[in-house]
């Protein structure tokens, strides 16, 4: 019995930058894995903010229901949220944002717009832009974010 022809395996072309040092190469995980640890409780300080600004108050059932999560777990970031001194709970109320808290959402908001609109000034669909800048929006460098703010300056009408 014949051998089964195998498929040829497409190689990839080979580097044209070499790899970084170890040092500078770690540097890009270090900031992906930091990200990643505050994404989550900027987004839910950012909704918080959003909540309180449309209605007056951020409500655990109200972020549940947002991000699509069950309220155990809106109430374990809560306490997160508490210990790092971003909001206080009211006891019938809902949760609020201390200073600092706004200031989180200040910056998570700023960050997100400013990719939105790159993406929007690119091309990108409104909804899609939407989509994509809430998870870009937590691993872009501040120096990203200002080339993005100058390409929306240049191109956008």
Do not use: C
């Not at 918080?48 to 109200?62: H, K």
């Not at 832009?129 to 870009?136: L, S």
Request: no cysteine.
């Amino acid at each position: 019995m014949p051998s089964p022809r195998l498929p040829s395996i497409r190689r990839s072309p080979p580097r044209e930058v070499p790899l970084p040092d170890a040092d500078k190469h770690s540097e890009g995980f270090r900031r992906t894995r930091e990200a990643r640890r505050n994404a989550l409780l900027e987004d839910y300080v950012e909704l918080i903010a959003d909540l309180i600004e449309d209605g007056g108050e951020a409500r655990q059932v109200d972020i549940a229901s947002r991000l699509g999560v069950a309220q155990p777990t809106v109430a374990k970031m809560f306490r997160r949220l508490t210990a790092e001194g971003l909001v206080v709970q009211k006891p019938y109320r809902g949760v609020f944002l201390t200073e600092a808290g706004k200031r989180v959402a200040r910056d998570s908001r700023a960050r997100h717009q400013t990719v939105e609109f790159f993406l929007l000034a690119l091309g990108v669909s409104a909804d899609t832009a939407r989509i994509d800048a809430e998870g870009i929006e937590h691993h872009v460098s501040e120096e990203t974010l200002r080339a993005f703010s100058r390409f929306i300056a240049e191109h956008a009408a």
